[in-house]
């Protein structure tokens, strides 16, 4: 007797194409998660003390690091406070522009169905090492005394 074998189910099934709605859900739950911190810490002052730990660097070696600031920088950009979020830390508020510069690429490109890829080459990486050790140097030295928070 022959038995009829079952045909096996194809490995991968045919994917429906995504709409541009979910290929949003990744960049918006990003945005999402950045804009929650920003909005907690807008809402929680870190100039009282009490509410976020200190920098361990800052407070066994007397040496900003280079997020020193950062929370301050933060809290004063979301409030509205521009110059004084660039006076708490320069560099975050640089990464904070980056992020939504590279944010909105990142959007437009999902919403398009285009790839998005960021691979820095080595030369790119040791410029973005060299700008934060510089920066974290000068910031320590006193005429770099405009860049401590």
């Known amino acids: 007797m022959d038995a009829a074998q079952p045909t096996p189910a194809p490995a991968h099934p045919a ?3 995504a709409t541009p709605a979910r290929r949003l ?3 918006f739950g990003t945005l999402g998660a ?3 911190a920003f909005a907690y810490v807008g809402l929680v002052d870190p100039n009282h003390p009490g509410h976020y ?3 361990p660097l800052y407070r066994f070696t007397g040496v900003y690091c280079p997020g020193c600031g950062g929370l301050r920088s933060a809290h004063d950009f979301i409030t509205g406070h521009f110059a004084a979020a660039v006076h708490s830390n320069a560099l975050a508020v640089a ?5 939504a510069a590279g ?3 990142w959007a437009v490109r999902s919403a398009r169905g285009l790839p998005v890829r960021f691979t820095p080459s080595d ?3 040791w410029l973005i090492g060299s700008v934060v050790l510089i920066f974290s140097v000068v910031r320590n030295l006193p005429f770099g005394s405009v860049l401590a928070p």
């Not at 990464?95 to 992020?99: A, Q, T």
């Open 53 to 55: 730990p200190v920098c």
């Open 95 to 99: 990464g904070y522009l980056l992020f």
């Open 103 to 105: 944010w909105v690429l």
């Open 15 to 17: 994917a429906t194409p």
């Open 25 to 27: 859900l990744v960049p």
């Open 123 to 125: 030369r790119q990486w």
């Open 34 to 36: 950045v804009a929650s």
